[in-house]
Each structure stands twice: as structure tokens, then as C-alpha cells.
């Protein structure tokens, strides 16, 4: 089902979902969860290591009356060889913008997600006309992925992820459980530490002046993950790029303020709709 822009279903993810495999670098096919609502110029939602397209799901609710929201979900933790680092999974979403989305299109991206749209925005700028970061790596990241243990407790997953937010209550029990369940599997740990290094030794500072897209930096300015000074500095050299803080946000502002990231991202969207 596909919804008009007056319409804002009460369950984004429950409108339409596509299903599509891609083949990455490693020559596999990795499968992908989309969700693809409403219509108009699209909106491409980027999710971090161990992010959900439901992560987004309040934020698009904002959006969709403007433009056509897309969610792509990929497996990244489900990722080997190639496709298992910065460089692979930046491929994999290159492919899906260019076989699916057919246009260029306003990237956001949180966390390991904006580290991709990043390096889009660099690489093949033919795909985009705008640019969301959130909490974005890049340039300066400090991870718990050093600390992570092959098998690790709940408890301390709990407490890992709690240090993502500044209100705790926002923390979903649900994703505790499910990073607790993956990460108890040796394959996907492995695999959350190699991406986490790759991105981390992927360093753009010395490239980000050459962003051409408009840029939008969405922070919590209690990241500390990513924090406030990595904004900064993205916003001094990204030539076309304004900044939206967020009081009392950790490192997750589409789970932490949903109302205002989707309210700052609607403004943009009407802000490129004027530009062209």
C-alpha cells in the first residue's frame, strides 16, 4: 500500500515494504529490509551498527506529508569479507540507490549510517541533493567496540548502550535484547568490531571541504560518542552547512527527539524545494 501525502498512517513500517537483495563487493547477495512510503522527492534513511529502520520510524511520520521516505535496513553485522567494512557497506548503498531509488536524493544518515552518506556525498555526489548527519563518524569517533566482549552479559550491553543516550528512559529495552543476541554470536561481534575499525580508520577530514551538497547537522550536544566538537568541525568544512542542536540528547536523536529531528528535517526538505 502506498499512502498519499495527506495521509500519515499510524505505522510507517506496517505501509509498504520491499523486499530486494543486493550483491556487495564479497559477490553475495545480501538481502535488505526497505520501507518505502508515500510520494515526491526521496528521502533516504541511513541506520548506525546496530540501528533498526523503525529507529527512524517518528522521525519519517514528520516527513512524509513532503516527501517520499525510504528506510533502507541493511544486515550489517551479517556481513563478511568485502562487503564488511565502511568501503562495503557504502558500496552496498551506492548499488541500492542506483538500482531502486533512480534519483538523487536527500541522505540521512546517523552514526556508522552518516559516515556512509558522507562518503556518497564525496564519491559519487550524482546521487544526492542533500545531506543529513547525525551524530555522524568520520572524524571524531569514540566507540564502546573496543571494550566489546565475544559473548557479552546483558548487564553490560544495558550499561553500553545506555552511555548512547542522555535520558536512559529512551533506551529501548527491545534493542538491548536484540544487540544481546546478536553480539552473542562470535561471527556478528567480529564482524560489529571490524566495521567500527574500518570506519575509524576511514578518516574524511582531510576531504570533507569538498562537500557540495547542502548539509543539515542534527547533534545532541550530551553525544559522547560523537561529540559536540566532531559537529564543529564538520561545520566548518562543509561549505554549504548549517547546524540544529538538540539539549539534553545523547547520541541518538532520532530515538531521543523524534518530533524535533523530523520537524528540522521537514524544514530542510522545504528548504531544497525552494533552492530548485
Not at 83 to 98: K, M, N
Not at 119 to 129: G, K, M, Q, T, V
Not at 239 to 250: E, L, P
Request: proline share 6%.
Amino acid at each position: 500500500m502506498t499512502t498519499t501525502p495527506s495521509q500519515s498512517p499510524p505505522s510507517l513500517l506496517a505501509a509498504r515494504k520491499a523486499p530486494l537483495s543486493l550483491t556487495g563487493l564479497a559477490g553475495v547477495k545480501v538481502p535488505v529490509d526497505i520501507v518505502d512510503i508515500s510520494v515526491g522527492k526521496p528521502v533516504v534513511f541511513l541506520h548506525g551498527l546496530v540501528g533498526l529502520n523503525d529507529h527512524w520510524e517518528d522521525v519519517a511520520k514528520r516527513v512524509v506529508p513532503r516527501a517520499r521516505c525510504v528506510m533502507l535496513q541493511l544486515p550489517l553485522l551479517d556481513l563478511r569479507g568485502e562487503d564488511c567494512s565502511i568501503h562495503g557497506a557504502t558500496e552496498l548503498t551506492i548499488r541500492f540507490l542506483d538500482r531502486y531509488v533512480h534519483e538523487p536524493a536527500i541522505l540521512v544518515g546517523n552514526s556508522f549510517g552518516g559516515h556512509v552518506a558522507l562518503r556518497i556525498a564525496l564519491d559519487r555526489p550524482d546521487l544526492l541533493r542533500g545531506l543529513v548527519l547525525a551524530g555522524s563518524s568520520g572524524l571524531i569517533e569514540r566507540t564502546m567496540v573496543r571494550e566489546v566482549q565475544i559473548r557479552p552479559s546483558r548487564e553490560w550491553l544495558s550499561e553500553k548502550i545506555g552511555e548512547l543516550f542522555f535520558d536512559r528512559a529512551k533506551m529501548r529495552e527491545a534493542d538491548v535484547d536484540r544487540a544481546h543476541h546478536e553480539l552473542s554470536e562470535r561471527g556478528h561481534a567480529r564482524a560489529m568490531v571490524k566495521l567500527s575499525r574500518s570506519a575509524r580508520r576511514n578518516h574524511l577530514g582531510e576531504r570533507i571541504h569538498t562537500v557540495q551538497a547542502p548539509t543539515l547537522l542534527i547533534w545532541g550536544r550530551q553525544d559522547i560518542v560523537t561529540p559536540p566538537e566532531a559537529c564543529e568541525e564538520f561545520q566548518r568544512k562543509i561549505k554549504d552547512a548549517r547546524t540544529v542542536w538538540f539539549d539534553q540528547c545523547g547520541h541518538a536523536p532520532m530515538i531521543e527527539c523524534p518530533d524535533l529531528f523530523g520537524d528540522a528535517l521537514a524544514e530542510f526538505v522545504t528548504e531544497l524545494e525552494r533552492r530548485s
